[in-house]
């Protein structure tokens, strides 16, 4: 049940970034580091998006569902995917938040830089 909730929140997420222009390059993407929910470009910028979704917020808002540790595996996954494609000249790190039917996103919502060690600082 679970897993069909989250498909249906990356389902919904896909289609908002689509809608504000980006293309879906893929989903579920794994990396040596993290599996990232939606991998997206617009112009020459990358954008990792990480999707949370809450029925209720017996467990908690999905804002707040972005644990530091998951932050620095995206953070890596970022270095990596921007590593791979020539056109890349930014990339940054959103989190679509879906509490109920209540929708948000938060650009950059993790500090690429600021999780990770400063030799890998910069990259990408």
Wanted: net charge positive; proline share 3%.
């Amino acid at each position: 049940m679970s897993r069909r909730v989250g498909q249906n929140g990356e389902r919904v997420a896909a289609l908002l970034y689509q809608l504000r222009g980006y293309r879906v390059l893929g989903r579920g993407v794994r990396t040596p580091f993290a599996e990232v929910d939606l991998v997206c470009r617009r112009g020459d910028s990358l954008v990792l998006v990480e999707v949370k979704r809450r029925r209720s917020a017996v467990r908690g808002t999905a804002i707040g569902a972005l644990h530091p540790r998951q932050a620095e595996r995206l953070a890596r996954a970022a270095v990596y995917l921007g590593g791979r494609y020539r056109w890349v000249r930014r990339t940054r790190i959103d989190l679509v938040a879906i509490d109920g039917v209540r929708v948000r996103v938060v650009r950059n919502a993790v500090d690429r830089d600021e999780c990770l060690p400063p030799s890998m600082r910069g990259w990408a």
